[in-house]
């Protein structure tokens, strides 16, 4: 299925059910992953796959800060409708494509 109005609501739900994995509690360091970076990691990772799994997006999906600056990128490059997520069944994991 091609994400749309009514699948955003089952993107942010897949997202929900990563975020609760417990997170390694450990030395907070103040990071900054630049929303740019993460666009253009996400494009050169599409030019050379086809379709890219959700979580592959991330640098590191037990990193909180890297899911939500992967989850924004996403929806931007989704906003501008260079990339569409899909997803095969209800319960299948996110993929995501070129336009």
Known sequence: MILSQS?????LSAFKRV?????EV???LR???PLEV???EILDRLEEQTSVAL??????PHRRIDLIVT???LLELIRLKQVVARQADVLARFESSRA
Do not use: T
């Not at 699948?7 to 993107?11: I, Q």
């Not at 979580?55 to 590191?60: A, R, T, V, Y």
């Open 7 to 11: 699948s955003v609501v089952d993107l």
């Open 19 to 23: 975020w609760k994995r417990p997170e």
């Open 26 to 28: 450990g030395q907070i």
């Open 31 to 33: 990071e900054e992953i």
């Open 38 to 40: 993460k666009i253009r």
């Open 55 to 60: 979580l592959k997006n991330c640098s590191d």
């Open 71 to 73: 989850f924004l990128a």
